[in-house]
Each structure stands twice: as C-alpha cells, then as structure tokens.
C-alpha cells in the first residue's frame, strides 16, 4: 500500500473510531435526537441567521433534506423560525431555550472527548501541526473544486 492509500485509509480508520467511540456515549445523551438534527442545531447555535440554503451548503445535503430536519426541530420545539424587518422573503432560524439545552449537552460531550484525546494532542508539535493544516486546507480546496464540478455537471443534465 502506497502512502497516499496509507494517509486515506488512516483518516477513514481515525474518522470510525471517533464514531464509534462517541456514538453510545451521545445517543444515551441526546436521546430522540438524529445525529444531523443535532448537528443542525449546533450549527443553528454557532452562526446568527442561519437559513436553509446555508445549512444545505454547509452540510453538503439538499434544500429539501435540510427543509425536512429544520420542521422536524421546529416540531419538537428546538428551533424556531424568524424573518428580518427587512427581509419579509427569507426564512431564518434560531435555537429555543430547549435547543440551547441539547447544544449545551453536545457541546459538553465535545469537550468530554477532547479532554479524553488530549494526550495524544499534547504530544503534535508545531511543525507537525502546520504540516497536518496545510495538508487539510489543500485537500478541502481540492475536495471543494470537485463538489463545484459536480454540482456544475448535475445542473447541465
């Protein structure tokens, strides 16, 4: 196996372990939440104005799948829905006083996981942090160009 195999197989293989690691430890605490609800609501929670087209971006998901999370979170009361003075056209969203109690939980559980992974991270130095941003900030660039593509090659069939 060539590095370049060992280095993607390496981050599927770090990328499952977290998972599964974290997975019982969330679903016991964010019971009758779906994992991209929750997402939904700690992105809802970190960025003001947060709408649709935004979350479908961010998420790399369809206007209609994020439409579907976002009612669901209004419907069990996570989320609402607002619109600017300004912008009668726009639909927007925020987090209730229960959505920022589901965000407070995952985000503890976050930090949970941090502490438990920091002895790993305590020992990366500077250059060996460099390196590893620079070689993420390449690959997502690359990775962005290739979802551009696409999206450019779906829209023209």
Known sequence: MNKEDQVILGFRNVLNKMVWLNKFKMEDSLKGHKPSEVHCIEYIGKHADSNVTILAESFYMTRSA????????????????????????????????????????????????????????????????????????????????????????????
Request: aromatic fraction near 8%; charged fraction near 40%; proline fraction near 1%.
């Open 66 to 157: 994020i439409s579907k999370i976002t009612k669901k979170l209004i419907e069990k009361g996570l989320i609402e829905s607002y619109q600017k003075p300004d912008n009668k056209k726009e639909i927007y969203f925020r987090l209730t006083e229960q959505g920022k109690v589901v965000d407070q939980i995952h985000e503890e559980l976050h930090q949970e996981f941090r502490a438990r992974d920091k002895v790993v991270f305590e020992q990366v130095t500077e250059e060996q942090y460099d390196s590893m941003l620079s070689f993420l900030e390449k690959y997502s660039r690359h990775l962005d160009a290739e979802i551009k593509k696409q999206d450019i090659d779906m829209k023209s069939e």
